[in-house]
């Protein structure tokens, strides 16, 4: 019994529980039932004393609208998560997705130039924040994408293009 070590803390557990307990992203009872559970039974699993099976994790994240569920999965691998649009695509979403991109990019670029100021070593601190504005930025152009391959999809099989320009 003494060398018994603890259960490790599930990663995954402890992001859900920030979303949806701490910044109430959703809310827990609405949640639990879309995954088919008890109240009781989604907040085990969210603080960690029972796991997440892998339809529950899947119901998860289709009914939380947060994409750092999915993330969590994507972090360490060569893959980066995209927000697919949901309905028709107009030209104000192309718009709209085009000008989240220039706003990350531009909050990235932001955040590098007051790192640099000192020199070009950076914080621990410092790595971190443009790691986080990168990964922001690389979202948006993958929102991007995916919203003009959405629209030009759905315009091809309409028999037309989608206009992006500003005139």
């Known amino acids: 019994m003494a060398d018994e070590k603890p259960e490790p803390i599930c990663e995954f557990s402890l992001l859900a529980y920030q979303v949806l307990v701490v910044e109430k992203r959703a809310l827990v009872r609405d949640v639990a039932q879309a995954l088919n559970l008890s109240a009781d039974a989604l907040y085990s699993r969210l603080r960690g004393r029972s796991r997440f ?30 927000r697919r649009p949901e309905g028709a695509v107009v030209d104000r979403d192309i718009r709209i997705a085009a000008a989240t991109t220039l706003q990350e990019a531009a909050d990235l670029m932001r955040v590098v130039a007051r790192s640099l100021i000192d020199g070009p070593r950076l914080s621990h601190r410092e790595r971190q924040a443009i790691l986080n504005e990168v990964l922001e930025c690389e979202t948006a152009i993958a929102n991007l994408r995916a919203t003009i391959e959405a629209a030009n999809d759905r315009s091809t099989a309409a028999g037309r293009s989608v206009d992006v320009s500003n005139g």
């Open 53 to 82: 099976r892998p339809h529950e994790i899947r119901a998860l994240v289709d009914h939380v609208d947060d994409q750092r569920l999915l993330r969590f999965f994507a972090d360490d691998s060569r893959f980066v998560v995209a």
